[in-house]
Structure formats: structure tokens, C-alpha cells
């Protein structure tokens, strides 16, 4: 588990025991990548339902990462690889670094 899930599952929990709403934000880049697993674990282990659950998508920039993010009928789809999907592609940072990166020039 990463870092960052750590606060949003202490969000989660208390959110579930007084049945108040949660949608985690995934809208920078690489955050759809590691979110996408927040829903298996709200559904595993916290809500147990699927029912008025969201958490936001972003189409841009997951031509950065080794194992992008994929949606199918507006839902985040089970990952084939393991891990948490944030592995990014060496040329990425390489070349989007500031101020080296060829981006840049």
C-alpha cells in the first residue's frame, strides 16, 4: 500500500460508519494510477456495495506510466499486473524534467 492511501482510508472508514459520501480525487498526473485500487478495498473491505460509489477519472497523461490505467463502462477495471500502476516510463521524467528535459528546450 502507498503512502498517500493511508489518509484516504482513514477517510474511508469513518466516512462508511456515519454513512457520509467519499470520492477520491485522482485529477494529476499519475493519481488515476494508484486510486483505482480504492475501490476493491471500499468494496472488500469497508462498504461491501458498489451502489453510489465514485472516485474521479482524468483522461490525459496515462501514456506516461508502464501499466496505464483502464475504464470500461465508467469504471476503473481490475488491474493484470500487480502492483500499483505507478511506475512511470524512464522517458517521461527524462524528458518532462525541469528545466534538462528535452520538453523543455
Not at 498517500?4 to 477520491?24: D, H, N, Q, S
Not at 527524462?94 to 528546450?105: L, Q, V
Request: charged share 15%; hydrophobic share 35%.
Amino acid at each position: 500500500m502507498s503512502a498517500w492511501e493511508f489518509p484516504v482510508m482513514a477517510i474511508l472508514l469513518p466516512a462508511a460508519r456515519f454513512g457520509k459520501p467519499v470520492c477520491p480525487h485522482a485529477g494529476g498526473v499519475g493519481l488515476c494510477e494508484p486510486v483505482q485500487h480504492l475501490p476493491r478495498f471500499d468494496y472488500v473491505a469497508v462498504s461491501g456495495t458498489t451502489q453510489d460509489r465514485i472516485i474521479e477519472y482524468v483522461e490525459h497523461l496515462h501514456d506516461h506510466f508502464v501499466d496505464p490505467v483502464e475504464t470500461r463502462h465508467g469504471a476503473y477495471r481490475a488491474r493484470s499486473m500487480p502492483g500499483f500502476s505507478g511506475q512511470m516510463k524512464q522517458s517521461s521524467p527524462h524528458r518532462h524534467g525541469y528545466p534538462g528535459g528535452s520538453a523543455w528546450a
